[in-house]
T-cell receptor
Framework: DAKTTQPNSMESNEEEPVHLPCNHS???????IHWYRQLPSQGPEYVIHGLTSNVNNRMASLAIAEDRKSSTLILHRATLRDAAVYYC???????????????FGAGTRLTVKP | NAGVTQTPKFRVLKTGQSMTLLCAQDMNHEYMYWYRQDPGMGLRLIHY???????AKGEVPDGYNVSRLKKQNFLLGLESAAPSQTSVYFC???????????????????FGPGTRLTVT
């Protein structure tokens, strides 16, 4: 099963951009790259996802390497409310990955300093 | 549209007691999931369901049972609670894609607020 590797923690200053890396060297051609974040004492929430091309939405941008073996979640201007654990997850395109589907690792704990 | 709701929010059980956690979603989603999260850890998949009447084991299914009698509800049962089951439990759902063979890969997962369970 494809797995992801993320740094345990990162720090950022408020109002500065943040680049959160994720390695997924065993990704298959049918895996989507999803990012979720979990604020303190809450359930995870969807941030963004992509397959091959870079993606932008109101929350963040997702940059995907050309070989798809790594990706980077970009928060353009970090705020104190962005302090959370960020999870990079692979999801099979059929959605039927079952036991191997949507496996959450420990994620990256982002600290935002004022 | 309430999204994904979980009942109860908190519960304290004694070892050996049983209980059922209820997850409900009003988005007509096909897929539903139960995860547990221990302190400082990521989420681990317990059981999941790809449709009404179907369930399957996840990464850590031992000690739990599930049922999906109605599309909108996914129940998680603990028949004989143990201290090792002290955790925060999250339910989630994903809609099916437009094509059955592209069921959910590109769909976002919606999570409930969690149930904090303590077994003494």
């Amino acid at each position: 099963d494809a797995k992801t590797t993320q740094p345990n923690s990162m720090e950022s200053n408020e109002e500065e951009p943040v680049h959160l890396p994720c390695n997924h060297s065993t990704i298959s051609g049918t895996d989507y790259i999803h990012w979720y974040r979990q604020l303190p004492s809450q359930g995870p929430e969807y941030v963004i996802h992509g397959l091959t091309s870079n993606v932008n939405n109101r929350m963040a941008s997702l940059a995907i390497a050309e070989d798809r073996k790594s990706s980077t979640l970009i928060l353009h201007r970090a705020t104190l409310r962005d302090a959370a654990v960020y999870y990079c997850i692979l999801r099979d395109v059929t959605g039927r990955g079952g036991n191997n589907d949507m496996r959450f690792g420990a994620g990256t704990r982002l600290t935002v300093k004022p | 549209n309430a999204g994904v709701t979980q009942t109860p929010k908190f519960r304290v059980l004694k070892t050996g007691q049983s209980m059922t956690l209820l997850c409900a979603q009003d988005m007509n989603h096909e897929y539903m999931y139960w995860y547990r999260q221990d302190p400082g850890m990521g989420l681990r998949l317990i059981h999941y369901s790809v449709g009404e009447g179907t369930t399957a084991k996840g990464e850590v299914p031992d000690g739990y049972n599930v049922s999906r009698l109605k599309k909108q509800n996914f129940l998680l049962g603990l028949e004989s609670a143990a201290p090792s089951q002290t955790s925060v439990y999250f339910c989630a759902s994903i809609k099916q894609g437009e094509r059955p063979d592209r069921a959910g890969g590109s769909s976002e997962q919606y999570f409930g607020p969690g149930t904090r369970l303590t077994v003494t």
